[in-house]
């Protein structure tokens, strides 16, 4: 079956740290991977995506890239800003079906 | 941003009392979808739609119906709500088929079930 594990949160980080959250996936097919958004109060918004494998998805200084052999598809960021605070999602949808997949969100607290 | 516009944004409501959430949409997308946000869930998929009075279960349907009457509104009805069923509630649209469309979301319903 389809689906996406990432960390845990929350994660805290001071303003300029580097940052990661961790993403893998199982899936039948080819997937495209996706991170969002979700600032407190809203709907989530699309971050970037990446449709094939050793693609790499970037935006607003976040980058991911799509790593086949390791299932994987992890959001680095040099330099957060408090701004950067709220709650990230990995998900995938496949090819043939049209469903998204989302993972459990991870919390990002940055602190001035 | 895309046009959707969700209804309620809040409810409180009884166990037992029938509850129906509304999504519009104004972008004319094929494919329409209801989430539910839990903490420590993410977001599960509980209907979507492929097209008008075209729709299929996601892994958390029970408890749920859905009708598409129309290109841009999609109605997801509680029948007889459940505690359980106390949540936000997202609708989300799609244009693209297959891998590399994009999912755009609604600013969520919170649902309160007494």
């Known amino acids: 079956g389809n689906s996406v594990t990432q960390m845990e949160g929350p994660v805290t980080l001071s303003e300029e740290a580097f940052l990661t959250i961790n993403c893998t996936y199982t899936a039948t097919g080819y997937p495209s991977l996706f991170w969002y958004v979700q600032y407190p109060g809203e709907g989530l918004q699309l971050l970037l995506k990446?449709?094939?494998?050793?693609d790499k998805g970037s935006n607003k200084g976040f980058e991911a890239t799509y790593r086949k052999e390791t299932t994987s598809f992890h959001l680095e960021k040099g330099s957060v800003q408090v701004s950067d605070s709220a709650v990230y999602f990995c998900a995938l949808t496949t090819r043939n079906f049209n469903k998204f997949y989302f993972g459990s969100g991870t919390k990002l607290n940055v602190k001035p | 941003d895309a046009g959707i516009t969700q209804s309620p944004r809040h409810k409180v409501t009884e166990t037992g009392t029938p509850v129906t959430l509304r999504c519009h949409q104004t972008?004319?997308?094929?494919?329409m979808y209801w989430y539910r946000q839990d903490p420590g869930h993410g977001l599960r998929l509980i209907h979507y739609?492929?097209?008008?009075?075209?729709?299929d279960k996601g892994e958390v349907s029970d408890g749920y119906s859905v009708s598409r009457s129309k290109t841009e509104d999609f109605l997801l009805t509680l029948e007889s709500a459940t505690s359980s069923q106390t949540s936000v509630y997202f609708c989300a649209i799609s244009e693209s088929r297959g891998n590399t469309g994009e999912l755009f979301f609604g600013e969520g319903s919170r649902l309160t079930v007494l």
């Open positions: 972008e004319n997308h094929r494919y």
């Open positions: 739609s492929y097209g008008v009075k075209d729709t």
């Open positions: 990446a449709t094939k494998a050793d």
